[in-house]
């Protein structure tokens, strides 16, 4: 079967840097997003990656090894306005979208 | 970027009425719209895929007549909760993509609650 883990919450210090990982198995493989998800709102798209290596976007960077089945997501810099889900979702062989259950990060001032 | 508008908000019915929720996509076209719901605390849940101009594509244990979804435009997609009932309050998400690997935006979602 397909199946995505990451972990399901983690605590981090305002000013720090936290990195969030995410496996997956899935048929085939078409890219993987991660996004962010506040309490009660939809999520927001943060990054997207379909080739290795690392994707940087301000404080937040994206990392990609398909071999390995394996990206992670790092947050620098951290703010208390990053404490929120992350989801990560991979685009399988027919364009359908396998989601984690997301991971819940807390952010400690 | 791309913007979905999600309407309404939030909505609170009583059991056996039926609400509709629109989505709409304000600058691209979405060829592809899909609806999810999500619980408190969990990820979020495909229902559907729908395309436009075509019948919706159900996720299993989905009751598509249930859940009614219409996508007439490459802009609009609706979706009805009929008769509805209280394990039915959930918050419902649509998104769209106007490609298939690009990256999907989210309406900002519906909240029901089922009375």
């Known amino acids: 079967g397909q199946n995505i883990d990451q972990p399901t919450e983690m605590t981090a210090t305002e000013g720090a840097i936290v990195q969030i990982n995410c496996t997956y198995q899935t048929s085939g493989f078409n890219g993987l997003f991660w996004y962010q998800q506040h309490a009660g709102e939809a999520p927001t798209f943060l990054s997207y990656?379909?080739l290795d290596g690392l994707e940087e976007k301000g404080r937040f960077s994206s990392f990609l090894s398909r071999s390995k089945g394996y990206s992670y997501l790092l947050l620098k810099e951290l703010q208390m306005k990053d404490s929120a889900s992350y989801l990560c979702?991979?685009?399988?062989?027919?364009?359908?979208?396998?989601w984690g259950a997301g991971t819940k990060l807390i952010i400690k001032p | 970027g791309a913007v979905v508008s999600q309407h309404p908000s939030w909505v609170i019915c009583k059991s056996g009425t039926s609400v509709k929720i629109e989505c709409r996509s304000l600058d691209f076209q979405a060829t592809t719209m899909f609806w999810y719901r999500q619980f408190p605390k969990q990820s979020l849940m495909l229902m559907a895929t729908s395309n436009e101009g075509s019948k919706a594509t159900y996720e299993q244990g989905v009751e598509k007549d249930k859940f009614l979804i219409n996508h007439a435009s490459l802009t609009l997609s609706t979706l009805t909760v009929t008769s509805a009932h209280p394990e039915d309050s959930s918050f419902y998400i649509c998104?769209?993509?106007?490609?298939?690997?690009?990256?999907?935006?989210f309406g900002n979602g519906t909240r029901l609650t089922v009375t």
């Open positions: 979702a991979v685009l399988d062989s027919n364009y359908q979208l396998i």
């Open positions: 990656n379909v």
């Open positions: 998104s769209a993509t106007d490609r298939e690997n690009s990256p999907l935006h």
